[in-house]
């Protein structure tokens, strides 16, 4: 008798064990979304109420205060990049050797001092100075994306960055009610402006939440060590791995060179860069463009809180969407689309009503394309210096390209340079992520005839760390 032939019994046995390892994965994805995704989506919450208090203080009167004309606010707005894509590289390449509780929470206490000091700036220059170093300090938070990557699996990305990159839409409207009730409440109290009192108020709060997050965030799979069981442990580290990720910090700068030569690098660059160019004008301008539209003063930052609503939906259902199909390139070829369509009603529509309409429009479809092209690089980069590398390089990229968006936004009341300048981008990150999805598939086919070769047998005793993309196991996500 065959001992090998299954038997009821023995199937029973098996499915009761598949069951079990499923529910010890959902526990064990259910335990992490809870450890990380409150405490990391608080970090960017802070972060975004960091850089848009700007454009509320704009509208609480600081620019009359401080004598800034529209050219000198464009130049404030983008110095705040210039500081963030000069630490951004270190900032996400250290990640794992500074430890990301660490590393995340100084960065909110280096903010929050600055933001908090801004109360006392007294002109044009040193508002650049301290911008600046906001910018330097909030770099060292863009490696959120590639610290999700060391806990989840690929297909578990997006809708995880989609909840953290949502915070963005939730810190725009919480906001520019702050700046409303802060305006309407505290202006002159104490003898102080009511933007200094926002500038005040959104410093302190990141100084003090930076303690929890040191206290509570967890490190990496392998340090895990509250609230899981051995088995559970276990299981952390086996996702980690599925998702080619080694525990190695170890920096090899070989495959940095190789990642900077890489044509697919610089495409998926591209598709965040336009994304980037739209979404940071939109963050600094949306008060001044809802201004241009007849909401005077503080009704512009109320009315704010519509279009931030339109992204924080747009944000979650692009992302849900992506995961549930497993793509990323159509879902962001998809939304650019659609940005495309609400850019052309803003340059065309006359009606207040419908411009309003169309921003939220724009505001739903260019959000998500952020997070998405982010969750396509992480899922195309395997191994630490890569996948660190690349965040990184598409961060700062993007980072430069936004300078540029901030400085096409200086023509008010409408602004119809920067508004076209931003259809002209997001025209082209849906192109180039159309073209893109054709260059991987042609990358995974050459794969395919080749993982039989000597060249694969020999790739495939090295580990994914060393050879990084060029392994022969590893295939190409579209």
């Known amino acids: 008798m065959d001992g090998s032939k299954e038997t009821p019994l023995s199937s029973h046995l098996v499915e009761e064990e598949d069951e079990e390892i499923r529910k010890l994965e959902r526990r064990v994805r259910w335990k992490t979304d809870f450890a990380i995704l409150p405490l990391l989506a608080s970090v960017y919450f ?51 050797k500074i430890g990301p509780p660490t590393q995340f929470a100084g960065a909110m206490m280096a903010w929050g001092v600055v933001t908090a000091c801004t109360v006392a700036a007294d002109g044009y220059p040193t508002l650049m100075v301290l911008r600046a170093l906001v910018g330097a300090a909030e770099a060292f938070i863009q490696g959120a994306i590639l610290y999700l990557s060391f806990w989840y699996r690929y297909s578990e990305l997006a809708t995880r960055g989609a909840i953290l990159y949502s915070t963005v839409a939730l810190a725009g409207s919480f906001n520019g009610l702050l700046a409303y009730a802060i305006t309407r409440t505290l202006s002159n109290a104490r003898g102080w402006t009511a933007w200094q009192w926002i500038f005040l108020i959104e410093g302190v709060v990141p100084i003090a939440w930076a303690f929890v997050v040191f206290a509570l965030l967890p490190s990496t799979p392998e340090r895990i060590r509250l609230g899981f069981s051995p088995a559970e442990k276990d299981l952390v580290i086996r996702r980690s791995r599925a998702s080619h990720n080694s525990g190695d910090g170890t920096i090899r700068p070989r495959l940095i060179l190789k990642l900077l030569a890489d044509p697919k690098m610089w495409m998926v660059t591209a598709v965040d860069a336009g994304a980037h160019f739209c979404t940071s004008s939109l963050s600094n301008f949306i008060p001044a463009i809802l201004q241009g539209l007849g909401y005077a003063g503080v009704d512009a930052q109320l009315m704010a809180v519509v279009v931030y609503a339109a992204s924080f939906v747009g944000i979650l259902t692009s992302c849900f969407i992506s995961d549930a199909l497993r793509k990323r390139g159509i879902v962001i070829v998809v939304d650019a689309a659609i940005a495309a369509v609400g850019y052309v009603l803003l340059l065309v529509l006359t009606d207040n009503t419908a411009r309003l309409a169309a921003t939220c429009v724009v505001a739903a479809a260019a959000y998500p394309l952020v997070v998405l092209s982010l969750a396509w690089t992480a899922s195309n980069n395997v191994g630490y210096t890569f996948r660190a590398s690349a965040a990184a390089i598409i961060n700062i990229s993007a980072q430069l390209v936004a300078i540029g968006g901030n400085q096409a936004f200086n023509d008010p009341p409408y602004y119809r340079q920067g508004l076209g300048a931003s259809l002209g981008m997001i025209c082209m990150s849906g192109t180039v992520a159309g073209l893109l999805m054709v260059y991987l598939r042609v990358l995974n086919k050459r794969k395919v005839e080749e993982r039989e070769g000597e060249k694969a047998a020999r790739l495939r005793e090295c580990g994914v760390d060393e050879v990084g993309n060029e392994h022969p196991d590893f295939f190409f996500s579209f």
Do not use: C, E, H, W
Request: net charge neutral.
């Open 46 to 96: 802070l972060a975004q109420m960091g850089r848009s208090d700007l454009a509320n203080a704009k509208i609480a009167g600081m620019d009359g205060d401080l004598g800034l004309t529209a050219q000198m606010y464009s130049n404030v707005s983008s110095i705040f990049l210039v500081g963030y894509i000069l630490f951004q590289l270190p900032g996400t390449l250290l990640l794992r």
